[in-house]
T-cell receptor, first 113, second 114 residues
Framework: SQKIEQNSEALNIQEGKTATLTCNYT??????LQWYRQDPGRGPVFLLL?????KEKRKERLKVTFDTTLKQSLFHITASQPADSATYLC????????????FGSGTRLSIRP | EPEVTQTPSHQVTQMGQEVILRCVPI?????FYWYRQILGQKVEFLVS????????KSEIFDDQFSVERPDGSNFTLKIRSTKLEDSAMYFC????????????FGSGTRLTVV
């Protein structure tokens, strides 16, 4: 069966450290993978997209990698801050056009001062 | 930054009643989506709408659900006879202008069925 799994329900790290979140998938062949941030009671907010032929993408303190052999994406936040505390969702897009995206269950990240 | 606007922000309804959730997506887009999120669970795909027709729907989107674009700008999700398990946040979404910008989600409608 198809699955999208994010490494843990919750991750708690010290301010200033790098947070690394994992997204693994099975029985999908995604054309691209997206990462979103979700705050309580709010809609997901897009952060980064990486395509199947790309290894790495960066945006400010964020970095995403995509390994289609391992069927895994890693999402890094460097120099983490308490304001980065939120739930982070990975989402797969199967086709290259604007088709639906399928979400993982998310990882709740807490950054302690 | 383009926005997706949803109304109402919170809707309480009695079981068996019909509800209509409204969305104003990013203009000039042909693709629109509805997702839902039951409290504490993941965001689930309901339906995609392309060029005024349903292009794909999930098994959740049964005969109780329908989508319409009544006037060319608004986009509605109707639940005909609500059940307790329909209680959730409902989000509509549009792709942004360039695919690298991902999807823009509305702030959601919290539906509570009592």
């Amino acid at each position: 069966s198809q699955k999208i799994e994010q490494n843990s329900e919750a991750l708690n790290i010290q301010e200033g450290k790098t947070a690394t979140l994992t997204c693994n998938y099975t029985n999908y062949s995604p054309a691209y993978l997206q990462w979103y941030r979700q705050d309580p009671g709010r809609g997901p907010v897009f952060l980064l997209l990486i395509r199947e032929n790309e290894k790495e993408k960066r945006k400010e303190r964020l970095k995403v990698t995509f390994d289609t052999t391992l069927k895994q994406s890693l999402f890094h936040i460097t120099a983490s801050q308490p304001a980065d505390s939120a739930t982070y969702l990975c989402a797969l897009g199967v086709y290259s056009s604007a088709s639906k995206i399928i979400f993982g269950s998310g990882t709740r990240l807490s950054i302690r001062p | 930054e383009p926005e997706v606007t949803q109304t109402p922000s919170h809707q309480v309804t009695q079981m068996g009643q019909e509800v209509i959730l409204r969305c104003v997506p990013i203009s000039n887009h042909l693709y629109f989506y509805w997702y839902r999120q039951i409290l504490g669970q993941k965001v689930e795909f309901l339906v995609s709408f392309y060029n005024n027709e349903i292009s794909e729907k999930s098994e959740i989107f049964d005969d109780q659900f329908s989508v319409e674009r009544p006037d060319g700008s608004n986009f509605t999700l109707k639940i005909r006879s609500t059940k307790l398990e329909d209680s959730a946040m409902y989000f509509c979404a549009s792709p942004t202008d360039k695919l690298n910008y991902g999807y823009t989600f509305g702030s959601g409608t919290r539906l509570t069925v009592v």
